[in-house]
Nanobody, 113 residues
Framework: VQLVESGGGLVQAGGSLRLSCAAS????????MGWYRQAPGKQRELVAT???????NYADSVKGRFTISRDNAKKTVYLQMSNLKPEDTAVYYC????????WGQGTQVTVSS
């Protein structure tokens, strides 16, 4: 199973980015999908999750600014990030859960002030 992330980059505070994560390989019945992030010197933290039924959960720090969505046919999860802040700077990792939890390689998001 491979997870390929895209969409990271450098953006000014107040800007927007959209992250994508596509799963491929022997994965057929995806349950939850999600995004985590890890800033330098900090622990990895949950950003958002979405269940197979579409229920979502967000960290308090991103509520109202980030939106997670998924396309089951494409086995892809998205993270639309708006009103970005410098404290959102981190490496963002996607996760896909089937029998196991699979992790992407990470994509850097840098928000300049």
């Amino acid at each position: 199973v491979q997870l390929v992330e895209s969409g990271g980059g450098l953006v000014q505070a107040g800007g927007s980015l959209r992250l994508s994560c596509a799963a491929s390989g022997n994965i057929f019945s995806i349950n939850a999908m999600g995004w985590y992030r890890q800033a330098p010197g900090k622990q990895r933290e949950l950003v958002a999750t979405i269940s197979s039924g579409g229920s979502t959960n967000y960290a308090d720090s991103v509520k109202g600014r980030f939106t997670i969505s998924r396309d089951n046919a494409k086995k892809t999860v998205y993270l639309q990030m708006s009103n970005l802040k410098p404290e959102d700077t981190a490496v963002y990792y996607c996760t896909v859960t089937e029998r196991y939890v699979y992790w992407g390689q990470g994509t850097q998001v840098t928000v300049s002030s």
